[in-house]
């Protein structure tokens, strides 16, 4: 099969990311619970991994960088951990059902109220239209690293010049972590959620939040933490505070090894995946029936429709004939198609990864010659 399809999760893990599964694998302990020798070991490993995403990502140090089960729980942590009765937040209509959803149950269940910032007629986000929503009790704005439908980045650093400092800056990295230079100190981001299994070459169950001095979140799960177990509430420090249960260790072993490579490569990855979204997209555009919604991008994605199939059936019709891995359908982004127009049939969306070259490309563009 030619796996198109990484923005839904990496398709290709290096063998490093390999090589440290199979070894948490083989010799398993509970890192930070116990006192012996290997429980140790892990529980360096783990404040390793926090250590070095700080410092990819332009962190505030290791004790804020709490490890979840995925981007989703993440999001959820930062939004239903911050928001109370008779706050304000605002989003994008780019970003993910895990802000959406949060946010709407918040506003049905917990008396808060958020506005949405569209999109202008050539798909970007312009800081002066979110600045616009901003209310007396704004607390804070939800904006993407990048969209997970085309690929376009918005620009972080104008959207935070053009808040309040009073407003928290959240982050949805799961599209763009790996494939950008996300910086949350330089930028001003106060909370950023992270898919290890993306752009990060980790595997499933690999994700974390990042988190300023400026931002301190409730926790939404209790339980163990291996601290201060004398006490029936969680510990007041963190990152033991919003870390309840048994840690992934395989997931978070993954996730150290994937990051070190996009630490090593990323600006290779980044010139590759423009330069294969490139070509794909000037081919498109000479193909009749098709229509592209994307532009060149650093995430390796492109959107694009046919005038007269359905996306989800292009995509059954690549995979069942072809044996091509796609995505069709809504990527559960509904704004984001709404803003699009595209909502009735959605989009086949093809999403590329840093290790590939032309030939995957060429093989789809020949595909969709013959449909």
Excluded at 150 to 176: H, M, N
């Amino acid at each position: 099969m030619i796996y198109l399809d990484n923005a839904a999760t990496g398709g290709f893990k290096p063998a490093a990311v390999q090589s440290a599964v199979l070894a948490a694998m083989r010799l398993a302990a509970n890192p930070g619970r116990s006192g012996h020798r290997l429980s140790i070991a892990l529980a360096e490993r783990v404040l390793a991994c926090r250590n070095l995403l700080s410092e990819v990502f332009d962190g505030y140090g290791y004790e804020r960088v709490v490890f979840t089960r995925s981007c989703t729980e993440a999001l959820n942590l930062m939004l239903l951990g911050t928001l109370k009765a008779g706050d304000h937040a605002i989003c994008t209509c780019l970003e993910h059902n895990s802000v959406l959803r949060p946010l709407e149950y918040l506003k049905k269940r917990a008396g808060i109220d958020y506005d949405v910032a569209p999109i202008d007629g050539e798909g970007n986000l312009r800081p002066e239209t979110i600045a616009a929503l901003v209310r007396e009790n704004t607390r804070v704005c939800c904006v993407t690293t990048a969209s997970n439908v085309t690929g376009y980045a918005p620009d972080l650093v104008a959207i935070r010049k053009a808040l309040p400092s009073r407003v928290l800056l959240f982050s949805d990295g799961a599209q763009g972590a790996g494939h950008l230079p996300i910086q949350m100190k330089k930028t001003g981001i106060d909370a950023l959620a992270l898919a290890g299994h993306k752009g990060l070459h980790a595997i499933q169950g690999a994700a974390a939040l990042l988190f300023s001095d400026r931002f301190d979140p409730d926790p939404i799960l209790f339980g163990g933490t291996g601290s201060e177990s004398f006490s029936l509430d969680m510990p007041s420090f963190y990152p033991d505070r919003l870390e309840a249960g048994t840690l992934s260790y395989p997931a978070i072993a993954s996730l150290f090894e994937g990051v070190l490579t996009v630490k090593a490569q990323r600006r290779e990855g980044e010139s590759n995946l423009i330069r294969l979204t490139s070509a794909l997209l000037g081919e498109l555009s000479g193909m009749p029936h098709f229509r592209a919604y994307s532009q060149p991008n650093a995430c390796g994605i492109v959107a694009f429709a046919h005038d007269m199939v359905p996306s989800e059936e292009l995509a059954t019709i690549l995979s069942e004939r072809f044996d091509i891995a796609v995505r069709g359908g809504l990527h559960c982004a509904p704004l984001a198609h709404r803003a699009l127009g595209t909502s009735e049939s959605g989009l086949v969306r093809v999403s590329l990864s840093p290790f590939q070259s032309m030939r995957e490309v060429n093989a789809l563009l020949s595909a969709l010659g013959k449909i």
